[in-house]
């Protein structure tokens, strides 16, 4: 019953700045404080529903990685902040071969995370940091919430092909390709800095070095330098700004009481890139060949290692800790 909603109402329930729910603020309280509250037309139950159709589509229609040492790892890091954010609903975690640094998520928790990001991101939290504002956007509903609020949700969609950053991410070339509703990918303002602050929570929740989304976002911008347009391919679905940036600084110097120490970055994480940038080059040298692409089965593990071997850690498999001191 839209009708009965005019825009205007809509509208000005979203138009008070800031954080007015104290709760929100406070990331002792994670978990206990409705962030996805708001006037929504899906349950959560129809949302997971439609969350899944589509992320059957992406799935069947991206290149998925299905190395397991590179699956395992980012689903134990993501299920992880999981635990650590207000999201009420069950997650899957799917890696894509793009070269996009990009990471989206489906309504309902479907997190589709892009090989270009994790060759961007040198450190483990810098990588946390991009997944925690996925689930920021699924824990506070933002997508039905938009989807709620647009009278043009139904007809206004972008391909896959556009998120992935080029045809490179997609399997099949000649498919149609699937194409997800924009409401559910392109967040009002309002939306994007609730994700980044609800996001910097779930990341320091879970230990990790809070300020690692700003050395991702600094390294976004000084790419964007040297080569101009970068920003327009990578974090397609978020374009990071410096407003966003001095924001995000505010607010962890605000709101998350300094630790003695955080996490950086894991042994496990640099296997991880290693290996992508092993696939890549071994992919690039075939090219240059001339030979045919060989094909590894899933399951059956990729260069070097057992698929075993992703999911164990070993003895000296301890976190990088950085000791931060504070200085404006
Ligand atoms: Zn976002």
Redesign the pocket.
């Known amino acids: 019953m839209r009708s009965l909603l005019p825009a205007t109402v809509l509208l000005a329930s979203l138009a008070t700045p800031g954080y007015p729910a104290d709760k929100k603020n406070d990331p002792n309280q994670i978990g206990n404080r409705d962030v996805g509250r708001g006037i929504n037309f899906y349950s959560l139950e129809k949302e997971m529903a439609l969350g899944r159709q589509l992320a059957q589509e992406v799935a069947r229609q991206a290149r998925l990685v299905e190395d397991p040492l590179i699956t395992e790892y980012i689903n134990r890091i993501g299920q992880n902040l999981v635990r650590n954010s207000d999201a009420r609903v069950p997650f899957t975690f799917t890696v894509i071969e793009a070269e996009a640094a990009n990471a989206f998520a489906l309504p309902g928790g479907f997190v589709f995370v892009q090989t270009g990001l994790i060759k961007m991101a040198d450190e483990e939290a810098e990588l946390a940091g991009a997944l925690a504002?996925e689930i920021a956007?699924v824990a506070a509903r933002h997508m039905t919430r938009q989807a709620t609020k647009s009278q043009i949700a139904s007809l206004a969609t972008i391909p896959l092909s556009v998120i992935l950053g080029g045809w490179t991410g997609m399997a099949a070339r000649q498919a149609a390709g699937v194409a997800i509703p924009t409401a559910f990918l392109s967040?009002s303002r309002h939306d994007?800095a609730e994700?980044d602050f609800l996001g910097l929570q779930y990341l320091y929740a879970a230990g990790y070095d809070p300020t690692a989304p700003v050395s991702l976002f600094e390294k976004l911008e000084s790419l964007e330098k040297k080569k101009p347009g970068t920003l327009a391919k990578v974090f397609s679905?978020?374009p990071p700004d410096g407003v966003r940036l001095e924001k995000v600084q505010q607010e962890i110097d605000r709101y998350l009481p300094t630790r003695p120490e955080y996490v950086v970055n894991t042994s496990a994480y640099n296997e991880v890139r290693a290996r992508l940038f092993a696939r890549q080059a071994r992919r690039e040298a075939e090219e240059k060949d001339g030979r045919p692409r060989l094909r590894t089965a899933p399951g059956a593990g990729d260069a070097a290692g057992s698929p075993e071997s992703g999911d164990k850690s070993s003895p000296d498999d301890r976190p990088t800790i950085r000791r931060r001191e504070w200085v404006e």
């Open positions: 504002h956007h967040f994007e994700a679905t978020h």
